[in-house]
């Protein structure tokens, strides 16, 4: 999901004060979680050298961080947290895997990449990466290497509550006839996925949103009209709904996309389940 774009190196928060502190701190805490893993010399000096520093482009970023429970709701892996993928890979492999780092994606979704104790990288699948951080790093983010979000089946469940079924197709002759009253153009991408995914509003996963997201066409609702990014991509789009600040679109060919109003439009997913599951981590 990375774009071939500009990679930007930041590494504002490294210079902080804390930083040898809690390197320290975090170091011994390691080597104390399990007796079956190690902290080498070559995991120390990862984490030395690369700890706080992020790696960014427009919508991705990646950045080595100092602490065990990357994953602390389960949201990412799908029920799993990251520091029992590690000692998993560790018994299998007979050597020491450590959570070095995690990748975001589209600014919800989450991977997580891990460090074995020679200094080689995986990601939280077992995928090897390779043995040199930053060039890892800068494929993600320009596209060169593809990370896929973990598709969590928590989805499913919360879309049962809102009236889907794996079989189920919904008449959109209502939603249509809302979206051309007010004059947009209901395409045939658009009605594929409101035939499958419910309208209405949804509990993000993370809660307490006072804004919660938000799926259809509403009286009380503004419906945006992405003219800049439909001359952009040339083809019609259709603003389907939002996301807190962020407001939703699909275009003809099937994309969604996100816009944050002044910030520059982007591409989500062009699957709609991983669409949803980046709303509900709103």
Known sequence: MGENMEIIKDDSIRRESFFERRYALVCHGYENYSAEIRVTDAVRSFFREYTD???KNKCDHIAAYLFMQMDRDCLHLNGRYIQE??????RAA?????????????????????????GCFYLDDGTYLGDDYESIAVSILTGEKEILPVRNDRLYKTLERHGWAPDRLIDTTAIEAEYTKRGFSFFEAARKFFEVIPTGAYEGWK?????????????DKRINDPYELRNKLGENLLNIGAAGAERLYISESGMFYAE?????????TDDMYLLMQWVLLH
Do not use: K
């Not at 007979?94 to 020679?118: T, V």
């Not at 809660?207 to 009286?219: I, N």
């Open 94 to 118: 007979h050597r020491s895997f450590l959570p070095a780092a995690y990748i975001c994606l589209r600014g919800r979704f989450y991977r997580f990449m891990l460090i074995d104790e020679n």
């Open 53 to 55: 520093i992020r790696y």
């Open 207 to 219: 809660g307490g949103s006072s804004d919660p997201p938000y799926l259809g066409c509403f009286a």
């Open 260 to 268: 944050n109003y002044p910030e520059e439009p982007f591409a989500v």
């Open 85 to 90: 993928v590690a000692l998993e890979m560790t």
